[in-house]
């Protein structure tokens, strides 16, 4: 029997395909010092993390998914209301699944903590400024820490 290999729907990759190229990436800082964990491969691509919120997919499912696929049912993953943005509550509850990511232990201090990690993260990425990532912000995001990444790799050879 073979097993069916969750996709992203070709309409939205056409349409995602078609804003990468048209649209130029933004000036990038440096990835050394960046601070936007919601960019962090780690967490992002994270197949562990994945199968705890996608249950309808088969461990050997997720574990032939690209970054790209790992990184689209993250997303997804967390919209609880399915319209295709994170807003900073999907973000925050993104953010706080993390626990290896350290934070106060006082419950005032976390809520302050989460909240400014989630307004960083929008001012960095919420290019229409609807205090929501979109799916396109979002990709535009990690490609941005990508190339950053790949340029510091290239000046530091």
Known sequence: MAVLQPRLPSALLAAI???LLLVPPAAVSTAE???NRFRDPSMIQDRGHLKEHVQELTEEQISQMSPEELE???FK????DKNLKLDGLEIMAAMEHRSEYSYPP???ERIEYYTGLVDQILEEDDTDNDGMM?????VMSTRKYREANAKANR???
């Open 17 to 19: 395909g078609a804003y």
């Open 77 to 80: 993953s967390h919209d609880s």
């Open 72 to 74: 689209w049912h993250f």
């Open 106 to 108: 006082d419950p005032n």
């Open 155 to 157: 000046e530091n050879q």
């Open 33 to 35: 010092g960046d601070t």
């Open 134 to 138: 979109s799916y396109i912000e979002y």
